[in-house]
């Protein structure tokens, strides 16, 4: 069984910064694809940034330049480092990790709030 827990999330002023952290276990991380997930109020989900398990990364155009995506197989983490925030950024951050995008694994998220 694989659990997918995320951190770091918080309350931040606009154009302060957060990293968030999501930590798997259970299964072979390096071979997982690892994306980060927003839901903001009444918004619809929305892949925020993803990285394949050879590294390759992508973004959401309104994140691009802000955020950054990278990962740590030997700690079994993958960390999204925001920089720039913006009151818009503001949602539950959720981490995905599997053999596609969307995986087959869900954290149960994080809570960032960035206030103006």
């Known amino acids: 069984q694989v659990r997918v827990v995320e951190s770091g999330g918080g309350l931040v002023q606009s154009g302060g910064s957060l990293r968030l952290s999501c930590a798997a276990s259970g299964g072979t991380f390096s071979v997982y694809h690892i994306g980060w997930y927003r839901q903001g109020p009444g918004k619809q989900r929305e892949l925020v940034a993803a990285?394949?398990?050879?590294?390759?990364?992508n973004y959401a155009d309104s994140v691009k330049g802000r955020f950054a995506i990278s990962r740590d197989n030997a700690k079994k983490t993958v960390y999204l480092q925001m920089n720039s925030l913006k009151p818009e950024d503001t949602a539950v951050y959720s981490c995905n990790a599997g053999f596609s995008q969307p995986g087959r694994y869900w954290g149960q998220g994080t809570q960032v709030t960035v206030s103006s």
């Open positions: 990285i394949t398990s050879d590294r390759n990364t």
